[in-house]
Structure formats: C-alpha cells, structure tokens
C-alpha cells in the first residue's frame, strides 16, 4: 500500500513563498502535484520524474519548483510569488505511467495541505 503525506501549507500575503513536502511510503519513478479549489476541477500543478526530467502548468512556471531528495521518496515544491489565484488544496501524487499532469494517470494520492494566499 503506497501512503503519501503532505505537509507544509499554510496562509501566506500575496508575494510570498511556502514549501510544500511529501513523504512517499515507497520509492515512486513519478511523482506530482495538484491542486483544487473550491468549485474547480483538480489541475496539475507540476510533475517530476526519477532522472530530474520536469514538467509544470504554464500559470506556475517561473514562479513554482518541483524537486524530489534523492532517495526518491520526498517530493518537494517550492512556490515563490504567490498570488490569490493560487489557493487550493495541494494534493502529492505518485505512481504514473507518463510524465504528464493528467489526473486519470495517478493512482496513489495523498490526504491533501491547505494553501492560502491574501491579497
């Protein structure tokens, strides 16, 4: 049974920066983050693979990092800038076949970390 735990949310002013962590039960070749706000479908936020190979969502890049420690089981992402807009539930997800922000592709996903962002 894969478990994948999130922490690091929080409120944070517009402008400002949080990490978010996840803990993998397991080593995962693929890992991700999404997001959910209230009334809105889950979107992919960023992805990352076993070789460091990385994809984001166009209105994160620039501004959010995804990265993973290297026994493979801790994701990370950095948000720097944060605006409004990105407030939502981040979700870990792990267990792709695809490095691609498809949610359909993600088995395994975690509890969720709150993020709030004031303008």
């Known amino acids: 049974q894969v478990q994948l735990v999130e922490s690091g949310g929080g409120s944070v002013q517009a402008g400002g920066s949080l990490r978010l962590s996840c803990t993998a039960s397991i080593w995962m070749h693929r890992m991700a983050w999404f997001r959910q706000a209230p009334g809105k479908e889950r979107e992919g936020v960023a992805g990352?693979?076993?070789?460091?190979?990385?994809i984001y969502t166009d209105s994160v890049k620039g501004r959010f990092t995804i990265s993973r420690d290297n026994d493979g089981n801790t994701l990370y992402l950095q948000m720097n800038s944060l605006r409004p807009e990105d407030t939502a539930e981040y979700y870990c997800?792990?267990?792709?076949?695809?490095?691609?922000?498809?949610?359909?592709?993600?088995?395994?996903w975690g509890q969720g970390t709150q993020v709030t962002v004031a303008s």
């Open positions: 997800a792990a267990g792709s076949t695809l490095l691609q922000l498809q949610k359909e592709l993600y088995p395994y």
């Open positions: 990352i693979d076993v070789y460091g190979n990385t």
